[in-house]
Structure formats: structure tokens, C-alpha cells
């Protein structure tokens, strides 16, 4: 799978946001690095990578971003190894032996459900449970229609139905700017797609997709309560799948999903929801940490460490207190 965290046109939006970003390769390898600072200093973040053919190609990947810590000041580099020439079940063995160690919390999800493309539609569609097979095939008797645009512009009707669910759930959303930018910049390069469903001319749901060379990212989803009933934003997701399929992609990638054993998880909701579309769960390594300036960094965990100590004790002593 090829993933558009680690595209040009990824790097081109990230510029857009006014970071510096800096793009390598070599024989087997690449990877997208971006500048950014916590209370360590500076880092480099390379989302979903390095990428790497082989264990070989990826020990060169990280000599490479070894050497650009260094030259760019970074007090370490955060990578996200999800193809880099060894299997998930022996990151951990492999991420430790060089020198790398967990991130505090992972950047992007650890886990992924994958629909697969590469097969006739009706396949698809077989897996899927049977209600949302229905409504793709029906919902327009209801008088229910869908489109796709890439006018930046029209990011508008998304960012409407996000305020709505934001409301009614209690979640924070991206802001309005960022996801702005994010049409500006991959939009008119045909890297990301607007679905719109509409109901007799006017939108109630929507959702936006990245796509890179064989992959569709399911990233930005909401609908308008009024119309709730209708579950417009279960066919909206089949339309989404079934133009990707049409554009010759190979996987549709629904994003983070959570663990199967944990039920009261607060993705559980969500889950269940992208689970209905049939298809497969990966699994990733995760976020680790490169140290480039060790003591610097090491310094940096027992900071973290600390406050983390500190937090918990206030919260025993809240706690004590309140009985």
C-alpha cells in the first residue's frame, strides 16, 4: 500500500502550513520529514515511514535521518515504520536493536481496516452487511443523490456538518483553517475528493478522501442531524469505494480502528461502523523515537516522567480530599 501521509502532494500541503519539510531517498528507501518542536526542542516527525524494501535499505533510511537531526538541530526523529522491510510482529525487537524507543502515544492510529479493491465491485459489495448494501442500491428512491467535487470551495459543506456532530458528540474538531488548507493545497491536484450526498438538491452529509497511487484514505465524515434517518453516510462510503474503484485504486483505507478486546474503547462506536464494509484489519508497529542528541533526549523522557508522576499524585490527593 502506498499512503498519502508520505506523498509530494502531503509535503506540498505541510509547506502550505508554513513547516519545513524535507523529502530523501535512496536505493530501497524514502521518507518525508517534518520540522516541528515540543518541550524538547526540535524534532523531525516522518508520518508512516521511512519506507523501506528491506531491513538493509531501512538501517539506511535511518542513517539518513540520523545525519539530518543533526545538520537541521533536531533533538531526535520520530518515525512511524509501517513498510519498512520487516514484519509488525517483529517491530519490536528490531525498532530496539537500533537504538529507537516508544513514543510517549502514537502519532497515527496503531491499527487500520482495509477494504481491497482489486477484485469485481459485487465482490465488495457481498461483503458488506446486507443493510448497507441495501441502502447503496436503494437510497435513491428516497430521493437521495450523490456527487463528488474538488473545488476547494466547497469544503464549506463539510466543515458545517463537522460544527453539527461536534456539537451533539462533544469532540474537537480539526480546525476550520487547517481543513481550509487541506482543500486548497489537494484538491486542485486531484490528491483529495469532496462526496456530497444530497437530498432533492441540498447536501446532508459529506466526506473527504486523500488518495495516493493505490490507496483512498476515508479522512473527514459528517451529516446533517436533520436527516439522520436516513443514514445518507453509509452510501455516501459505498460511493466513496466505488469511484476509487473506477479510478483503478487498489484498497480503501477507513483509518484508525480500535483493539477487538476492547469494547468500551472510544473508538468502539466507529469501529463497529467501518467493521460493516467488510474487509481487514492491519496492525502497525506504532510511533518511536530516534534520539539524535541522547542526553538531550534523555532528558527529555525523565521531564516527561516526572510531570506525569506529579499529575498523578495531585489527582490521589484530589481524590482523598473529595471523600
Not at 453516510?233 to 460511493?239: E, S, Y
Not at 464494509?277 to 539524535?292: I, K
Request: some cysteine; proline content about 6%; aromatic content about 10%.
Amino acid at each position: 500500500m502506498d499512503y498519502f501521509l508520505h506523498s509530494p502532494a502531503w509535503a506540498s500541503f505541510q509547506r502550505a502550513l508554513g513547516r519545513t519539510v524535507h523529502e530523501q531517498s535512496g536505493p530501497g528507501w524514502q521518507f518525508l520529514a517534518i520540522e516541528e518542536t515540543n518541550p524538547a526542542g526540535k524534532l523531525l516527525y516522518v508520518p508512516y515511514g521511512p519506507v523501506a524494501l528491506s531491513l538493509a535499505a531501512f538501517d539506511a533510511a535511518l542513517a539518513a535521518l540520523t545525519a539530518l537531526a543533526r545538520s537541521c538541530g533536531a533533538v531526535f526523529v520520530r518515525i512511524e515504520p509501517v513498510s519498512a522491510g520487516f514484519a509488525a510482529e517483529d517491530s519490536d525487537a528490531v525498532l530496539r536493536s537500533r537504538g529507537l524507543r516508544p513514543a510517549p502515544a502514537n502519532q497515527q492510529p496503531e491499527l487500520s481496516w482495509i477494504v481491497d479493491l482489486d477484485r469485481d465491485f459485487k465482490d465488495v459489495l457481498s461483503d458488506m452487511k446486507p443493510v448497507n448494501r441495501n441502502l447503496y442500491r436503494n437510497i435513491h428512491k428516497k430521493g437521495v443523490t450523490f456527487r463528488s467535487s474538488q473545488d476547494p470551495a466547497e469544503i464549506s459543506v463539510l466543515l458545517k456538518f463537522l460544527h453539527m456532530t461536534a456539537a451533539r458528540n462533544g469532540f474537537k474538531p480539526q480546525s476550520d483553517e487547517y481543513l481550509s488548507q487541506v482543500a486548497r493545497s489537494l484538491m486542485p491536484a486531484g490528491a483529495a475528493t469532496l462526496f456530497v450526498a444530497e437530498l432533492e438538491g441540498e447536501p446532508i452529509a459529506a466526506a473527504l478522501a486523500y488518495d495516493s497511487a493505490d490507496t483512498r484514505t476515508y479522512a473527514h465524515a459528517a451529516l446533517d442531524d436533520t436527516h439522520r434517518k436516513l443514514s445518507a453516510g453509509i452510501p455516501l462510503l459505498v460511493t466513496l469505494m466505488a469511484d476509487a474503484k473506477e479510478k483503478g485504486l487498489r484498497h480503501v483505507d477507513l483509518w484508525g480502528v480500535a483493539p477487538a478486546d476492547q469494547p468500551d474503547h472510544k473508538w468502539a462506536g466507529f469501529t463497529a461502523f467501518k467493521k460493516s464494509f467488510g474487509g481487514r484489519e492491519v496492525a502497525y508497529p506504532g510511533t518511536w523515537d530516534l534520539p539524535a542528541q541522547k542526553l538531550r533526549y534523555g532528558g527529555y523522557k525523565l521531564a516527561r516522567k516526572a510531570a506525569q508522576a506529579a499529575k498523578k499524585l495531585v489527582g490521589t490527593l484530589r481524590a482523598r480530599l473529595g471523600r
